[in-house]
């Protein structure tokens, strides 16, 4: 099973429970061979929108399907997706084999595919163990294990990362990347960002049930920007914004510097000034800090240096999920705000 077959496509999904509307008409693609994160706030929707995937809710309206198809009219649904709602799903008395057994008898698997998941999972040596003395790291293995057992080419995890210690987290990572690397479709759902931060390819972020942004992080991360400490701040930043790196005007922020929280406040600034997203950017942080979006620290550093103007520090940073999705839930709010404002001339 590729490509088609393997993808998930949620279309104008909608759920709601009485006055509830947990999910909202929410559309979006997730591809094989890449771990997409599912990210949103507590209450967002994801679980939600999981279990629509999984057949466990039904839509209110629009469709979830895997391949094309509800997960109820998979064929064979455990051999197509492996889900993992709850990291307490095995029962506490049973041993991880007995656990694993039961599933593959349900699902006509044989005992030596318990005993290759057991080993897959690195859970042979607590195997015969109860599992009401199991670590949460090896209650989410073993629920891998049984998500596994149909070596479904499509996997859907929710919160897989919730009480690892840093050591599961890192094994999470690279279990999952394996899986990606063989050509599956991984949707792995959290509200902790930064436990996806080197994890995830692709991203679907959602807020109160509605799509915020979809596609690969770093498209939506951007460019790195780059962090320029300089005694000659201010000439740099008129230097940097009057730079023409391939004869278009820059758009420039000029920020409001000096303002008691240290945040850069962006203010459009330039008469003319281009307005696609990876146009060159100056924020003023305060304190002799600039913070330059569209420009690479080399640029940054030769012009410095042929205008005689003096950098103490500089450094590349990379976009920051947590910081990205705090700025992108942001954005939709002020769209919100300017929507009301536009409609009834008042702002929210
Ligand atoms: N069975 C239900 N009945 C009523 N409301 C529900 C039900 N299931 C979910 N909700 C509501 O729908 C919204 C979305 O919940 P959901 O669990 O899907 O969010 P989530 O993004 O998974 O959150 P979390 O990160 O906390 O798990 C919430 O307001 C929740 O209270």
Known sequence: MTGDRQKIEVKHLTKRYGEVTAVSDLTFTVEPGV??????????????????????????SGTATIGGRPYAQLRRPSRTVGAVFDANACHPG????????????????????????LDLLDLAGA??????????????????????????????????????DPDGVRWLRGFLRRLAGEGRTVLISSHVLSELQQLVEDVVVIRRGELV???????????????????????LAAVLRDHRPDGDAPRVDAAASGRPDGHAARVEA????????????????????LRVHGLGAP?????????????????????????????????????LTDELTDDTGIAA
């Not at 049973?94 to 030596?112: E, I, K, N, Q, S």
């Open 35 to 60: 771990v997409t994160g599912f990210l949103g706030p507590n209450g967002a929707g994801k679980t939600t929108t999981m279990r629509m995937l999984t057949g466990l809710v039904s839509p209110t």
């Open 94 to 117: 049973h041993t991880a084999r007995d656990h694993l057994r039961v599933y593959a008898a349900m699902g006509g698997y044989p005992d030596g595919r318990v005993t290759e998941l």
């Open 127 to 164: 195997a015969d163990r109860r599992t009401r003395g199991f670590s949460t790291g090896m209650r989410q293995r073993l629920n891998l294990a049984t998500a596994l057992l149909g070596d479904p080419r499509v996997l859907l995890l929710d919160e897989p990362g919730n009480g690892l």
């Open 213 to 235: 942004a979809a596609g690969p992080w770093s498209r939506l991360a951007g460019p790195p920007s780059v962090l320029v400490h300089s005694p000659d701040a201010d000439r």
């Open 270 to 289: 330039a008469a003319g000034s281009r307005t696609d997203g990876d146009a060159p950017r100056v924020d003023a942080l305060g304190g002799g800090r």
């Open 299 to 335: 640029e940054v550093a030769d012009l410095a240096a042929a205008h005689r103007l003096r950098v103490h520090e500089l450094v590349t940073e990379r976009a920051d999920l947590e910081q990205r999705f705090l700025e992108l839930t942001k954005e939709l709010t002020n769209e």
